[in-house]
């Protein structure tokens, strides 16, 4: 009987895996995000979903160039839910999974950080939104200097912690 397992591959091999296995007739889900900037990465570094009859195509997978492991335990691979796949497909938009912004938007004293344009990488203290929530207001404060930037509000994001 098929199910899904996952697969642990070498490092930068996962595209080339997806490739060989599909290449060998087998259902391949390979999540990959699309950053703002264009770079395109996987969601999972080194891990990548197979759908195979286990045991009949395991050394098929297994043996796989580009394969380190079939991920399971001493009794063998670890199936898991079709569920689960079907899971993190639904936040796929044209082909990309789309990661929500777990730390929310910012409020008045959290810290941001630019995430694009020629400030890119600066941290300073968001202090409000200005004209319909498309400019914000950061405070910056450096050693030897104190001012106030505004930007287009698509730039930042609250600065992990």
Known sequence: MKNWFVLQTKPLKEAIVETLLREAGLRVYFPRVKEEDGRIHSLFPCYEFVHFDYPSQYRLVRFTRGVRRVVGNELGPIP?????????????????????????????????????????????IFQRTLSGEQRVMILLNYVHYQGKLVLPRSLIRKARP
């Open 80 to 124: 898991i839910e079709a569920a689960v796949i079907q899971e993190i497909k639904a936040r796929e938009v044209d082909g990309f999974i789309i990661l929500e912004d777990d730390l929310g938007p910012p409020e008045p004293g959290d810290l941001i950080e630019v995430v694009k344009g020629p400030w890119r990488g600066l941290k300073g």
